[in-house]
């Protein structure tokens, strides 16, 4: 079947790691998105994995992908407040030409 | 990456009505989307609308309750028809970009509340 699991809060505080953890299910995806969304605005892409890589760096942004055991994470360093958001994790679900995605992790950031 | 305007961002409405949301993107695309989103739940695909044919619905979702036109290669509507409060939640327009990854990108949302 098709899911995508994520816990949907978590707090840190500023200037600490956050480690986003998502799982899936379909086996088949060739692509792993990580997805922010800020109040009243469309979600935006933030990064993405091809599904034979395990590891993609960009700035403060690190994605983990373990193919094995279908979990994604996803790490900002150095968490600052404006990283306050909604963080979606979706699969590119090739045996549907679709993307699904996970219900979020709202990230909120203490002082 | 393409710029996606919809209209309306927000609006109240009343059970039984009907609503038509507005998707205008600022390049041609081949493929748009409609997606749900619930409050605190995931995005749903309600429908895939290509230009010069019939949306593809998701299962779940009917042409009925969802019309859909895509008169052309920038441009399409979402209908929601004879609403109920469950309808309430915001309704997001994603185009396709980078079609090798599938990245999607999205409108603000149309959030919708039916009384």
């Known amino acids: 079947g098709e899911d995508v699991e994520q816990s949907l809060f978590l707090s840190v505080r500023e200037g600490d790691s956050s480690v986003i953890n998502c799982t899936y299910t379909d086996s088949s995806s060739t692509y792993l998105y990580w997805y922010k969304q800020e109040p009243g605005a469309g979600l935006q892409l933030l990064t993405y994995?091809?599904?034979?890589?395990d590891m993609k760096q960009d700035q403060r942004l690190t994605v983990l992908l373990n193919k094995k055991d279908k979990h994604l994470s996803l790490r900002i360093a150095d968490t600052q407040t404006g990283d306050s958001a909604i963080y979606f994790c979706?699969?590119?679900?090739?045996?549907?030409?679709?993307?699904?995605f996970g219900s979020g992790t709202r990230l909120s950031i203490r002082p | 990456s393409a710029v996606i305007s919809q209209k309306p961002s927000r609006d109240i409405c009343q059970r039984g009505t009907s609503l038509t949301i507005q998707c205008q993107v600022d390049?041609?695309?081949?493929?748009m989307f409609w997606y749900r989103q619930q409050p605190g739940q995931s995005l749903t695909l309600i429908a895939t609308?290509?230009?010069?044919?019939?949306?593809?619905?998701e299962s779940g979702f009917v042409i009925d309750k969802f019309p859909i036109s895509r008169p052309n290669l920038t441009f399409s509507t979402l209908t929601v028809s004879n609403m109920s409060p469950e309808d309430s939640s915001i309704y997001l327009c994603?185009?396709?970009?980078?079609?090798?990854?599938?990245?999607?990108?999205f409108g603000a949302g149309s959030r919708l509340t039916v009384l």
């Open positions: 994995i091809f599904s034979n890589m």
């Open positions: 994603s185009v396709e970009q980078n079609s090798g990854a599938n990245v999607l990108t």
């Open positions: 390049s041609q695309v081949t493929m």
């Open positions: 979706a699969e590119s679900m090739r045996s549907a030409s679709k993307i699904i």
């Open positions: 609308a290509n230009q010069g044919s019939e949306a593809t619905y």
